[in-house]
């Protein structure tokens, strides 16, 4: 679960100055060259409330990543998702009994379908953690100039100094203050209505794949049970 800072403000909020945005150009390409990392994710599940919170590992180099699910729409919410580039894969325990109907097998399948961004606020969360991963840094001189970039506070988080910067007016950065590696990252969705707040907690490679032995049902194959699964999680 997501941790809540402390610690008392140490300075107050101004324009960022060269070094720091040269620091905060360099956060998605230093996540790139870690390769990966173990996160937590807490957001709005929805237009009509609720949360959902994402818990699990990221693989930025091969973009994948799984997470253990809990919250979203109901009915048949994710409790489990595994994805790669082109497809998520996500348990539904509650629809065990509608795919063993239609395709008797593993109790325990995995639906698989494309990605759907524009619509499905699963994938959109999970395009966010993938976003915060560049091979190339970005560039200083655009965030100085960037209205809203600025140096928002010294502050602590999980017992360690951070550095809190801000790029625009949405997106906030918790840095570790003598690394500089990325703790926490505070921004919104693709509709920038609602709020995701994402921890990082093990930066490193993370080899990542679907349990050896579980089936994976292609849902295009299958509309009868593409149509029963909710558009949020």
Known sequence: MLTACGGAEKAAERPLTSDEASVLAEVL???YEAQGAS???????????????LEGDVDWINHQGGARVVGGASPHPVSQVWWSKNVVAERRPTLDSEVARVLPGDGSPLL?????????R????????MGLASQTPENAQLILQTEGSAF???????GKPVLV?????????????????LMRFEGTDSTTRF???????????KALQVPQGT????LAKYNELLNRIPVSP
């Open 39 to 53: 996160f937590s994710l807490a957001a709005q599940a929805s237009s009509t409330g609720g949360t959902i919170t």
């Open 215 to 218: 089936e994976l049902v292609d």
């Open 165 to 181: 910067l801000r790029y625009g007016q949405r997106t906030l950065y918790w840095l570790d203050e003598e690394t500089k590696n």
């Open 152 to 158: 928002v506070r010294s502050d602590e988080l999980r």
């Open 29 to 31: 390409s230093r996540n």
């Open 195 to 205: 709020p995701v707040v994402i921890d990082f907690f093990v930066l490193g490679p």
């Open 112 to 120: 698989a379908r494309s990605p759907d961004t524009s619509s499905r």
């Open 122 to 129: 699963l994938d959109q969360l999970i395009a966010i953690v």
